[in-house]
């Protein structure tokens, strides 16, 4: 009976490893060491767009409805952010598309920041219409909710959300949307 007991713990144990040497691939900034190591200056076109505002490309509709200050904080101070998004499907298939590669933020001095793992376990739990990664677009269908996200500085108040329309090609980056966010558009919600 012992044997069955620990099983489990194992089990998530080794889940959690597989989840970090995957994801981690060296460090990017102070706030995360998940996801790429460098994603500005891959796209050949950047396609600018304010917040409620859709663009398309790839027959991917994007739209960053908010940025959400969800009032968590790491043991540094750093907040956990998170993006209200609508992304329509425009193609006659299905497809994946997951935080680690389609979505990063640009800080002015050319920083970025990627998806962090802490996020989405305390996204999970306390965020209502949260997505947990990675996410399915139906064919001609629409996904909106609250998907992340990423711990940035407590100084970092200026950024941008930028949004890979790969559909079911990773490594298609040849476009990337932009939404420029300031102080003033992000939602601070109770923690």
């Keep these: 009976m012992k044997k069955y007991r620990i099983l489990p713990l194992m089990l998530s144990a080794v889940i959690a490893a597989v989840s970090f040497a995957g994801c981690s691939n060296g460090k990017e900034s102070s706030s995360s060491d998940n996801g790429p190591k460098k994603q500005e200056g891959l796209a050949q076109t950047e396609i600018m ?58 800080y002015p001095d050319g920083e970025e920041t990627h998806f962090d793992v802490r996020t989405q376990l305390y996204g999970q739990n306390n965020i209502d219409n949260y997505i947990p990664n990675p996410f399915k ?35 298609n980056k040849e476009s990337v949307i932009k939404v420029e966010v300031k102080a003033g558009n992000i939602i601070k919600t109770a923690q």
């Design 49 to 106: 767009a304010g917040i409620q505002e859709e663009k398309e490309s790839n027959e991917t509709v994007f739209k960053l409805n908010r940025v959400i200050d969800s009032g968590k904080t790491d043991e540094d101070g750093n907040r956990f952010i998170y993006l209200d998004v609508t992304i329509t499907n425009n193609t006659e298939k299905e497809y994946e598309l997951n935080i680690i590669n389609n979505f990063y933020i640009l």
């Design 137 to 171: 677009l139906t064919a001609n269908g629409e996904l909106s909710g609250i998907v992340g996200g990423f711990i940035i500085p407590p100084d970092k108040n200026d950024f941008t959300v930028c949004f890979f329309p790969t559909q079911d090609v990773d490594t």
